[in-house]
């Protein structure tokens, strides 16, 4: 399937080549679509607005922001899936290419001249682009994709301002962080307009790597938590667990190559930070104690539902095929258990709100699940946190506001104390939200009113200029 998808892809980026620049700008146009304050999708809309218009570049990246943006009676969004841009970039430079590569590249070489013609043909087809849609600014939710170079250089290029979303957030981890600003530094200097962080700690990743000049970053939280945050303040989410039928037990899933065991990554000197090896020689054995134990706990507790939570991502990977094999070997027959869910598509803060005890490794999902006052239990099996891989985990300096399982005995007895008890005091809660407001920067659930003053400032200064 792939193979034929990069043929189909080879075809018409060739086809492409061969049109004019207008026509190409009407095959785009069809090809952008306006999110509706609904979440829904339309190809038709006016190409004028009275409204800053915003198109996002790489829609699927998101993370719901785009939505956030649309219900906004400041902004009209558009939007284009990535698909779409790789068709300009592959016109001419063919095969995979990374912008690195790009960065002083000899001038004397093939690549530069595809280059230069890529970056002429986009540059030609989007000034007749914004004639038909009046565009105000472009985003994007990071700085290493290929096909977004090259849009974003010809916008600026055109006055029309690019304004990053970056989209990580946790860089509490010190290899992750060496890692990004590694990345960054070897990009050279950032060639759009701004850049809106959720946190000081992206901030500060920008600023050491040279990459950005402080004035170019603003910290304003993550778009996401808007409603989630008024929902807590509202006290909407009181009581909600009580409401429910059935409990509800959930495992934000984690791969067994998971950077809390290791990472392989020419960025860094790995060995800096793991002098024995790469990948904790135990993160097996972890893996599959914890799953086995949940699927026990699962086939002991029938009235109770226990649903694993992976991204869509993860179930796509090489890593997927050892949980199955760990699921399989288990000695529990899944195909007998309704109370066992594995869903890659729930909505995570629907689903954080109506579990009573919550299971995490390192992603973000874990603060989420601590500001809404969920029991959350961290497994560290096999001695897990006298381990240099565990230096690196993000949350080592407040495992206070966890509940740690060191074995899968411990681990089910927090699991039935904490379905029979999922309080947390207000001491614990008060420390949740400060390492809350270290990840997202804000419990007033107002990320939007920053966004938006900084966005209409970005583009109001590029038409002063």
């Known amino acids: 399937m792939k193979d034929l998808n990069a043929l189909?892809?080879?075809?018409?980026?060739?086809?492409?080549?061969?049109?004019?620049?207008?026509?190409?700008?009407?095959?785009?146009?069809?090809?952008?679509?306006?999110?509706?304050?609904?979440?829904k999708d339309t190809v038709l809309y006016k190409n004028k607005s009275n409204k800053y218009t915003i198109l996002a570049l790489d829609s699927e990246r998101y993370r719901g922001d785009l939505d956030v943006l649309a219900k906004s009676d400041k902004f009209r969004v558009l939007h284009i899936r990535q698909g779409w841009q790789m068709l300009l970039?592959?016109?001419?430079?063919?095969?995979?290419?990374?912008?690195?590569?790009?960065?002083?590249?000899?001038?004397?070489?093939?690549?530069?001249?595809?280059?230069?013609?890529?970056?002429?043909?986009?540059?030609?087809?989007?000034?007749?682009?914004?004639?038909?849609i009046s565009i105000d600014c472009v985003t994007t939710v990071h700085f290493k994709y290929l096909p977004d170079y090259y849009w974003t250089m010809a916008s600026e290029s055109l006055n029309i301002p690019y304004i990053m979303l970056y989209?990580?957030?946790?860089?509490?981890?010190?290899i992750i962080y060496d890692m990004v600003l590694s990345m960054m530094a070897s990009q050279g200097v950032f060639h759009g307009s701004h850049v809106i962080v959720h946190n000081q700690k992206c901030k500060d990743v920008f600023i050491q790597s040279n990459f950005a000049k402080e004035n170019m970053i603003t910290i304003a939280s993550a778009l996401r938590m808007d409603a989630l945050?008024?929902?807590?303040?509202?006290?909407k989410y009181k009581n909600i667990t009580k409401e429910n039928k059935r409990k509800k037990f959930t495992l934000f899933y984690f791969p067994v190559d998971s950077s809390m065991f290791g990472i392989?990554?020419?960025?860094?000197?790995v060995k800096k930070y793991y002098s024995s090896s790469n990948y904790w020689d135990k993160k097996e054995r972890f893996f599959i104690q914890l799953h086995e134990t949940i699927l026990k706990l699962a086939d002991e507790n029938r009235d109770i539902d226990f649903i694993i939570k992976p991204k869509d991502i993860f179930m796509h990977e090489k890593s997927w095929n050892f949980y199955e094999k760990v699921v399989l070997k288990s000695g529990v027959d899944v195909k007998k258990l309704d109370n066992y869910i594995v869903d890659a598509?729930?909505?995570?803060?629907s689903l954080i709100v109506e579990s009573d005890v919550v299971c995490v490794g390192q992603s973000s999902t874990t603060i989420e699940s601590l500001i809404l006052g969920k029991r959350v239990i961290f497994p560290a099996f096999f001695e897990y946190?006298?381990?240099?891989?565990?230096?690196?985990?993000?949350?080592?300096?407040h495992l206070g506001l966890f509940d740690i399982a060191t074995s899968p005995t411990e681990f089910k007895k927090i699991f039935h104390n904490?379905?029979?008890?999922?309080?947390?005091?207000?001491?614990?809660?008060?420390?949740?939200?400060?390492?809350?407001?270290?990840?997202?920067d804000d419990l007033t659930g107002d990320a939007i009113g920053r966004y938006t003053k900084t966005i209409i400032n970005v583009i109001d200064q590029h038409r002063c200029n």
């Open 385 to 397: 946190m006298d381990t240099e891989y565990f230096k690196q985990f993000p949350w080592r300096n």
């Open 229 to 235: 945050v008024n929902n807590i303040n509202q006290d």
């Open 167 to 174: 989209r990580e957030c946790n860089l509490m981890s010190p």
């Open 8 to 39: 189909i892809l080879k075809i018409i980026s060739q086809i492409i080549t061969l049109m004019p620049g207008f026509l190409i700008a009407i095959f785009l146009r069809l090809a952008i679509k306006q999110r509706h304050a609904n979440g």
């Open 89 to 132: 970039i592959q016109a001419n430079l063919k095969g995979k290419h990374y912008i690195h590569e790009f960065k002083n590249i000899d001038k004397n070489t093939d690549l530069y001249n595809k280059h230069k013609n890529t970056q002429l043909l986009i540059t030609n087809v989007l000034t007749k682009l914004y004639k038909i």
């Open 418 to 440: 904490a379905m029979q008890s999922p309080g947390i005091s207000d001491n614990i809660m008060e420390k949740r939200k400060e390492l809350y407001l270290q990840c997202f």
């Open 264 to 269: 392989k990554n020419n960025k860094v000197d």
């Open 345 to 349: 598509y729930a909505d995570v803060h």
